[in-house]
């Protein structure tokens, strides 16, 4: 009896010391907006925000911003204001749309947009060139956009649990993917420009309607 009783007088403890560490966390919001041009790293992750600030935009210095978990349903259409950002994270809210102006986050170099709702990836994302890593895992995605070939500096990209049908032949231009994730989709076929891939060290393309499989995907030799 005893021992259950520590375990579970542990499992209180932890409960409420999360309780008060997201609470802090959230409280952060506010204060950023005091004092924006003196934030650098913002983690706002879990605290049931539903929509930004006009203000939000004004953190002008912000490199590294985590708004995963909560319930945002649009981001301002100003978003591409925050031009230093480096690392974003939006994973895991109700996002059914990107602003144009996210291709002004030119120094973005990790973009996190899984478990969302969106429907179309927006062409201007191809002007996102820094971008070493790029999630949409879990959207409503149907296609990738040709564009996608810009982003010359990408490693991972993750695309699994859509509907996406085809792969863009551009994609033959991402030079450095070592990762590709697309499974969970309606794919039938590979585009001749992945098998060019020669970085290419993970491929999962488990669930698909793929019928064949092209000889050429001999030439991955990193697989």
């Known amino acids: ?19 008060i560490a997201q609470s802090e966390r959230c409280e952060k919001l506010d204060k950023a907006l005091d004092a924006p041009l003196n934030q650098y790293n913002l983690d706002l992750s879990s605290c049931e925000i539903a929509s930004l600030p006009a203000g939000f935009v004004s953190m002008e210095n912000l490199m590294f911003l985590d708004l995963s978990s909560n319930d945002i349903k649009f981001l301002p259409q100003n978003f591409g204001n925050l031009a230093k950002l480096s690392m974003l994270n939006l994973q895991d809210n109700s996002i059914a749309a990107l602003p144009a102006s996210i291709s002004n986050l030119k120094e973005l170099t990790s973009l996190q947009l899984a478990e969302n709702q969106i429907p179309k990836i927006p062409a201007v994302l191809g002007n996102l060139t820094n971008l070493n890593y790029l999630g949409l895992t879990r959207n409503l995605l149907k296609s990738i956009p040709s564009t996608i070939g810009k982003l010359t500096e990408l490693n991972s990209l993750d695309i699994d649990y859509n509907s996406i049908e085809t792969l863009p032949e551009e ?10 994730n697309a499974s969970n989709n309606l794919i039938t076929e590979l585009p001749k420009g992945l098998f060019g891939l020669k970085t290419l060290a993970y491929l999962n393309l488990t669930s698909n309607n793929i019928s064949a499989i092209c000889p050429d995907i001999k030439n991955l030799k990193n697989l």
Do not use: D, R, W
């Open 171 to 180: 994609i033959g231009s991402l030079k450095k993917l070592s990762s590709l």
């Open 1 to 19: 009896m005893k021992k259950c009783v520590s375990i579970f007088s542990l499992v209180l403890a932890f409960v409420f010391n999360y309780s």
